[in-house]
């Protein structure tokens, strides 16, 4: 299923996960998905080499479980910058195989390790390719508080239309911890033309470690309300954990009293978290 027909009956509520690091077993990520299944996602999205890391082809592999397996829609996340356009040919044609109809069509991060293969310059060129090359329902990643590499809001937006322009049917934001940068955004999106779904990206933040790799990768603002509860308790495991799930419930409350198009939990491949928000917004989201 074209996950972007879901918008039309209901509040979607879909995760996150990553596959396992290859020194962790690959059967970590089935029982973690297993674990998931049981909170109804509208949808399981898988990361791909996150952080700019070369190839990953465990991605493709745990979509087509998720979807084959445990019968839950999934998402591929499809990152360019390192693939030239015979490789993405070649992968849409493993996503078609595999039943996989929706990707995440992304440029993916710059990493000085690895030089980019230049066939995509940007994910607007992705998404135009992929639409060009299969009946595909795209999803495109954007920035409440805009990406670091814009040199302005204003132009970051300009390029999301472009994404828009080129053929994706919706949108899932960078995680934010202040809901303003995502009600400004919506505004600005609004303003520039942009109407399709928009699902808002959370994350749990459950331990400092995570924070300071978040702050590192996204960039992102961390409020004065954040980080005093996250100074507060950051000698406390447990309690750091709990204030991070209620934080997080707490923004989730506000955006879909606020009329969110849908909820995209960055689960950090973690079910009891993921369960503890469930548990806490599962009557809103149908309400
Ligand atoms: P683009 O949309 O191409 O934007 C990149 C920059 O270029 C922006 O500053 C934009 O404003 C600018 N730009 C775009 N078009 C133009 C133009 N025509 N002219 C001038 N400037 C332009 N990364 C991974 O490696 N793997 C993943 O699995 C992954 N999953 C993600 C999931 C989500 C929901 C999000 C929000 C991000 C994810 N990322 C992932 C991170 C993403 O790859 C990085 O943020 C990356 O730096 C930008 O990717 P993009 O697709 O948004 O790029």
């Excluded at 009600?183 to 520039?192: K, V």
């Excluded at 702050?215 to 980080?227: D, G, I, M, S």
Aim: aromatic share 10%; net charge negative.
């Amino acid at each position: 299923m074209k996950i972007c027909e879901l918008f039309q009956m209901k509040k979607v509520f879909s995760f996150e996960v990553f596959p396992p690091r290859r020194i962790d077993s690959v059967s970590i990520i089935y029982d973690t998905i297993e674990k998931l299944k049981g909170l109804n996602p509208d949808f399981i999205s898988v990361t791909y080499s996150a952080g700019g890391s070369e190839s990953n082809t465990d991605t493709f592999k745990i979509a087509s479980a998720i979807k084959n397996n445990y019968g839950i829609e999934s998402v591929a996340h499809l990152p360019s910058i390192n693939h030239t356009k015979g490789e993405v040919l070649k992968m849409l044609e493993d996503l078609r195989t595999a039943g996989i109809e929706n990707i995440l069509a992304l440029r993916g991060d710059v990493n000085p390790s690895f030089s980019p293969k230049n066939d995509f310059k940007f994910a607007s060129d992705l998404i135009s390719f992929i639409k060009e090359h299969g009946d595909f329902n795209i999803i495109a990643a954007c920035y409440p508080e805009g990406h670091f590499e814009s040199p302005s809001i204003i132009d970051d937006i300009r390029n999301l239309k472009r994404k828009v322009d080129a053929g994706a049917n919706q949108l899932i934001t960078q995680l934010f911890f202040d809901n303003n940068y995502f009600y400004s955004f919506m505004e600005r999106a609004a303003i520039a033309g942009i109407n399709i779904p928009i699902e808002a990206g959370i994350m749990p933040v459950v331990n400092k470690k995570q924070i300071e790799r978040i702050v590192a990768l996204c960039r992102v603002n961390l409020p004065k309300k954040f980080l005093a509860i996250m100074n507060r308790y950051e000698n406390n495991p447990e309690a750091l954990r709990d204030a991070g799930i209620a934080y997080a419930v707490d923004q989730i409350i506000d955006l879909i009293a606020q009329g969110v198009d849908g909820i995209h939990l960055y689960t950090m491949n973690n079910p009891y978290i993921a369960h503890r928000i469930y548990e806490a917004i599962n009557t809103l989201l149908v309400a």
